[in-house]
């Protein structure tokens, strides 16, 4: 995209930030909300409907069917305050249309499992958690084993509709109860040395444009590698057409005390010893605390455990990945077979998600260059440890196709770390994690805490080849730019 069609960043009105636990640290981007606009709710035959009235003119009627909630509200963690002076839940197309139409900002708003602003906008939050488009939530085609899936579903409540058709998906993330829109534009992932992010498994999407029209893009289509991984700026996604395989059975083995000697050596073997693996550490000098293995088994198998893993034992009880905390939120451990969508996520959809009271950054690093990074990572050690609550290593696949915001044009080993909740300390030691490891190739994931996101963003938009050709995707989607906010608006205009 040339320098003449660059996005001019918006300077909206913005309230002055608190300053109490869960607002960011100095020198990150404030994100505290203006004040909220007013409600007022009437009753029509057979339904009731909720109608927004803004100041300056807004929902006042026309047939625009929304509720509304307080617009000052947070993300998952309690780390971010939206800018939004308005949260919206649209409940037919026609609603949704009016919606992007009529609102000078406007931004999808998923789970609110993002640690960054990605989602964040001075205007409109629109939520699709009550969206009816006439069709089923989940249908799964018996032809092509494609499942059609509204965006604004968790990724727990899709596969159990998946795995009702004697369907899988190949993998997922830790957490089965983020948003498959969200996850899908961030580009999030779990584990597996073949097996690729979640935005890998998209062979469809529906969307509604800047101009409010419905857009279907397809795998093939020009637009479609760019429009995948797009950060939410694109338009409102309200239907995802994932991949499916034939389903099977998951065993998940935890083995604990692994040496940093056996990772230098072994690593290759390690990460190939199951369909999914992932290690856990505080990067201290003790090793690898805990490894998860996630065995592929067809139904009805049980698989055999392995009681030495190249120095580490098989766990005796179920474990957490955080010293401490109560394992019963994990998925079944101790190597008991059940379907995939029970044991590929960490984390049981029915429990609290992993500890919340937490910040995360995460770093994608080309797989070759793995040794260097986890030598960076055990120097960091005595300024990143006293931070962590825990890191976690993993592996993704290349994307069979190319995704041009996607971090796995080549096969990654994700450096994850949950931090204690400590803004400004973790503030301070992130720009040095990055120093070490964006040196080696490493892309921060759209989702999680960077310091190069907020403050050279320019730097992250250079790590993607086809970064200009996004950006012109962008203007001919958006044209007047209701869809940027946070980071994303920054990049663009970097």
Not at 299 to 325: C, D, K, N, Q, Y
Not at 449 to 470: E, Q, T
């Amino acid at each position: 995209m040339s320098r003449s069609h660059r996005f001019v960043p918006f300077r909206g009105p913005r309230a002055a930030p608190d300053r109490g636990w869960g607002q960011p640290p100095s020198g990150w981007p404030s994100t505290a909300c203006p004040p909220s606009s007013t409600t007022w709710t009437s009753f029509w035959p057979s339904e009731r409907r909720s109608r927004r009235v803004r100041r300056g003119g807004g929902w006042q009627g026309g047939g625009v069917t929304t509720t509304a909630e307080p617009a000052r509200s947070g993300n998952w963690a309690g780390n971010l305050t939206y800018s939004s002076v308005e949260v919206v839940h649209p409940l037919t197309p026609d609603a949704l249309a009016d919606v992007v139409r009529r609102s000078r900002r406007v931004k999808a708003l998923g789970s609110r499992h993002s640690f960054g602003d990605v989602a964040d906008t001075t205007g409109t939050h629109v939520v699709l958690d009550r969206y009816d488009d006439g069709r089923p939530p989940v249908v799964v085609d018996p032809a092509t084993g494609v499942a059609s899936v509204a965006a604004g579903l968790r990724y727990g409540d899709v596969t159990r509709h998946v795995q009702a058709a004697g369907r899988a998906l190949a993998n997922l993330a830790s957490l089965p109860h983020i948003s498959v829109a969200g996850s899908v534009a961030t580009a999030t992932h779990g584990s597996g040395d073949a097996v690729g992010s979640l935005a890998s498994a998209v062979v469809g999407l529906e969307l509604v444009a800047g101009d409010g029209e419905r857009r279907l893009l397809r795998r093939g289509d020009a637009d479609f590698p760019g429009a995948v991984v797009a950060l939410g700026s694109l338009g409102v996604v309200t239907r995802v057409e994932l991949e499916t395989v034939p389903t099977f059975d998951v065993r998940q083995d935890v083995h604990v005390g692994l040496p940093w000697d056996a990772v230098t050596a072994y690593y290759d073997e390690l990460t190939a010893s199951a369909y999914s693996v992932s290690l856990f550490t505080d990067w201290g000098p003790d090793g690898v605390q805990q490894v998860w293995r996630k065995s592929r088994l067809a139904p009805g198998e049980t698989g055999t455990a392995r009681e030495e893993l190249f120095g580490a034992t098989p766990a005796a009880t179920m474990l957490h990945p955080l010293p401490g905390v109560d394992p019963r939120h994990c998925t079944p451990q101790l190597g008991e077979p059940g379907p995939w969508n029970e044991r590929l996520p960490h984390f049981r959809l029915d429990f609290t998600p992993s500890n919340g009271a937490e910040l995360q950054s995460e770093y994608l690093v080309p797989r070759a260059r793995a040794q260097e990074a986890f030598a960076a990572m055990r120097d960091l050690g005595p300024r990143v440890t006293p931070l962590l609550q825990v890191g976690e290593v993993r592996t993704v696949a290349a994307d069979a196709e190319p995704l041009w915001l996607s971090p796995f044009d080549g096969a990654a080993v994700g450096v994850h770390l949950t931090w204690k909740p400590l803004p400004d300390d973790v503030a301070r030691v992130l720009p040095d994690v990055e120093a070490a490891l964006l040196s080696l190739g490493a892309r921060p994931h759209w989702g999680k805490l960077s310091h190069a996101l907020v403050h050279d963003p320019g730097s992250v938009a250079a790590l993607y080849p086809r970064f200009d050709d996004f950006g012109d995707l962008v203007q001919r989607y958006d044209p007047d730019a209701r869809f940027l906010g946070g980071y994303v608006e920054r990049l663009l205009a970097s």
